[in-house]
């Protein structure tokens, strides 16, 4: 348990990222599709109640959404992953933003890929993850919800996610406050906190 991820706080949420949050420093990306239990596992690992409430106000569904650790840290919700409501320009827009996120952000240190475990590896993870080896950025991932299925099956899952891909992988439940530790090392080791 790292109680410096306990102090986290909302900084702001745009689509102008580039212009309104300087590339410096560290940060680390979350991205899973609606529902996948992104909030409540930012919540979980900065151990606060509703802390990623402010990725769901509306108006921010399409926007990065930053969260300062400290003066030199964040983290990076990008809600709007997988599904798109929005009208065609909008869209546009926002994929785009993503794009060039991935792309060209010096900062981004390390991306945490969150999967139902009930449902992982859905065409739209596969795309993510092969985006991110292409890109050459360090990926993990969480899979969420793990309390919904027994040990056994659970770890299965966790293997084929692993051997599959040769992913780093997880389980994680916010429910049940597993894997918060295992969250806490990674984010460790990409923000370079010894
Ligand atoms: P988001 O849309 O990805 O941000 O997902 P939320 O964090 O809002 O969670 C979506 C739904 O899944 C909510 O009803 C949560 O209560 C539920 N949920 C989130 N994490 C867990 C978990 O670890 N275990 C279980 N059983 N339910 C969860």
Redesign the pocket.
């Given at each position: 348990m790292n109680p410096l991820y306990h102090r986290t706080q909302f900084l702001l949420s745009t689509l102008e990222f580039a212009r309104d949050v300087p590339d410096t420093g560290f940060e680390v990306a979350f991205v899973?599709?609606?529902?996948?239990?992104?909030?409540?596992?930012?919540?979980?690992i900065t151990n606060q109640k509703a802390l990623?409430r402010a990725?769901?106000t509306p108006g921010r569904t399409q926007q990065l959404v930053f969260f300062q650790v400290d003066a030199q840290r964040r983290l990076v919700?990008l809600?709007g992953y997988g599904f798109a409501k929005a009208s065609g320009q909008a869209q546009e827009r926002w994929r785009k933003a993503l794009e060039d996120y991935f792309q060209h952000r010096k900062c981004l240190k390390g991306v945490f890929l969150?999967m139902d475990i009930r449902h992982p590896l859905t065409a739209i993870d596969r795309l993510m993850i092969e985006w991110c080896h292409r890109l050459q950025r360090p990926l993990h991932v969480l899979l969420?919800?793990?309390?919904?299925l027994n040990y056994g099956p659970a770890k299965n899952t966790l293997l084929k996610v692993q051997q599959s891909l040769g992913l780093s992988c997880q389980l994680?439940?916010?429910?049940?406050k597993?894997g918060i530790d295992s969250a806490h090392a990674m984010l460790d080791r990409w923000f370079e906190i010894e």
């Open positions: 899973g599709r609606s529902n996948v239990g992104k909030s409540s596992a930012i919540n979980a990623a990725s769901k919700d809600p969150l969420t919800k793990a309390d919904k994680f439940s916010a429910t049940q597993l």
